[in-house]
């Protein structure tokens, strides 16, 4: 009869050290402001989160700038002639 025996490794130690890297990976949500929130940052920082939660939680924080933002804008449009 043959025995095989196993050399015993530390399997918690390994599992601990996995799951602990793991969660090393968690994004941060930049913080709304009228620079990030203004049109090309605020698509390339759309593009670099992951995660579509983070992506909501940005976008909704950027919404009060973006408005903002169209409200301030406005384009000259002369009288017509006639209305002199």
């Known amino acids: 009869m043959v025995v095989m025996t196993m050399k015993k490794?530390?399997?918690?130690?390994?599992?601990?050290?996995?799951?602990?890297l793991v969660g090393c990976e968690q994004e941060t949500i930049p913080e709304a402001n009228a620079?990030?929130?203004?049109?090309?940052?605020?698509?390339?920082?759309?593009?670099?989160l992951s995660q579509a939660s983070n992506r909501k939680v940005f976008t909704d924080a950027?919404?009060?700038?973006?408005?903002?933002?169209?409200m301030r804008e406005w384009e000259f449009e002369p009288s017509?002639?006639?209305?002199?």
């Open 80 to 84: 017509s002639p006639d209305r002199y």
């Open 9 to 20: 490794i530390p399997i918690i130690p390994l599992l601990a050290a996995f799951f602990g």
């Open 35 to 48: 620079t990030t929130c203004a049109p090309e940052a605020f698509q390339k920082t759309i593009r670099e």
């Open 62 to 70: 950027c919404r009060p700038f973006e408005k903002a933002r169209r």
